[in-house]
Nanobody, 119 residues
């Protein structure tokens, strides 16, 4: 059974930082890509960043490059999303998800964690 559990969300002031975690289980991780997405109220879900578990290759949304960093802990089977210089428009529910390597079909999703950035 695949489980993705996000944590680390909360309320932060503009300009601050947060690190989100996604603890994953039930997968052979080297065959997957782990991604971060977000969805703000009234908006479509958007891609934030991802990491290929086998190689550590990382990909980011152009609009967020330089402010976010995805990393992984192989021992803990956990992926992180470090977000810096947060803005009120970063307010959203953040989700981690898993796609088979070589695809962009994210088939497993976590429950999400709320990030609220106050001005």
């Amino acid at each position: 059974q695949v489980q993705l559990v996000e944590s680390g969300g909360g309320l932060v002031q503009a300009g601050g930082s947060l690190r989100l975690s996604c603890a994953a289980s039930g997968l052979t991780f080297r065959s997957y890509v782990l991604g971060w997405f977000r969805q703000a109220p009234g908006k479509e879900r958007e891609f934030v960043g991802s990491i290929r578990w086998s190689t550590g290759d990382k990909y980011y949304a152009d609009s967020l490059k330089g402010r976010v960093t995805v990393s992984r802990d192989n021992v803990k089977n956990t992926v992180y999303l470090q977000m810096n210089s947060l803005k009120p428009e970063d307010t959203a529910v953040y989700y981690c998800a898993v796609a088979p390597q070589g695809t962009t079909s994210y088939v497993y999703w976590g429950q999400g964690t709320q990030v609220t950035v106050s001005s």
